[in-house]
């Protein structure tokens, strides 16, 4: 099955700690996006990589940080940094520019 | 930065009846997409128009754009309970390669 994977599906952490975010796809897409969440609210981007080694920032990018080694993977790390951590984390990739994105199934992120 | 606004914010009507949802955007764009998301889930591609292009069908739905007004609707016809979520529209323009996204439109369709 072709797909983005992201796991956990949920992610508990305390205050204090980073965390890494798992973002997967096998899509063969050169860019890839993360998002952030809020409740009842559209998508907001953290981060974007349009091909393996280069990545941006997007319009949230305080308090995380990404890399891009490999073509099939974009992990998003969440650092102390962050004050509002908590929140529902999207990734998603897409072929080439003005194409659709596709969606991994997402990771909920609960700091405490 | 938000460029779409969806309207209306939420939306319930009996199952069979059609839904109408509307988007605006400020910007001249290359496209505009509409997505499906189920609670919790991640999002579904459901249409991408190209700003050239006025109206475009995918099985029950339909969308139009109309880039004087900058403005593109979501017309869903004969809705199915399945066909509750949030749908959201997406703007992209010639030089920016990302997507500027609504706050999405709740839909609720009852049996």
């Known amino acids: 099955d072709g797909g983005i994977t992201q796991s956990p599906k949920y992610l508990f952490r305390k205050e204090g700690q980073n965390v890494t975010l798992s973002c997967e796809q096998n899509l063969n897409h050169d860019a890839m996006y993360w998002y952030r969440q809020d409740p009842g609210q559209g998508l907001r981007l953290i981060y974007y990589s349009q091909i393996v080694n280069d990545f941006q920032k997007g319009d949230i990018a305080e308090g995380y940080s990404v890399s891009r080694e490999k073509k099939e993977s974009f992990p998003l790390t969440v650092t102390s940094a962050q004050k509002n951590p908590t929140a529902f984390y999207l990734c998603a990739s897409r072929a080439g520019i003005w194409d659709e994105q596709y969606f991994g199934p997402g990771t909920r992120l609960t700091v405490t | ?111």
């Open chain 2, 1 to 111: 930065s938000q460029q779409g606004e969806e309207d209306p914010q939420a939306l319930s009507i009996q199952e069979g009846e059609n839904a109408t949802m509307n988007c605006s955007y400020k910007t001249s764009i290359n496209n505009l997409q509409w997505y499906r998301q189920n609670s919790g889930r991640g999002l579904v591609h459901l249409i991408l128009i190209r700003s050239n292009e006025r109206e475009k069908h995918s099985g029950r739905l339909r969308v139009t754009l109309d880039t004087s007004k900058k403005s593109s609707s979501l017309l869903i016809t004969a809705s199915r309970a399945a066909d509750t979520a949030s749908y959201f529209c997406a703007t992209e323009g010639d030089s920016n390669y990302q997507l500027i996204w609504g706050a999405g439109t709740k839909l609720i369709i009852k049996p």
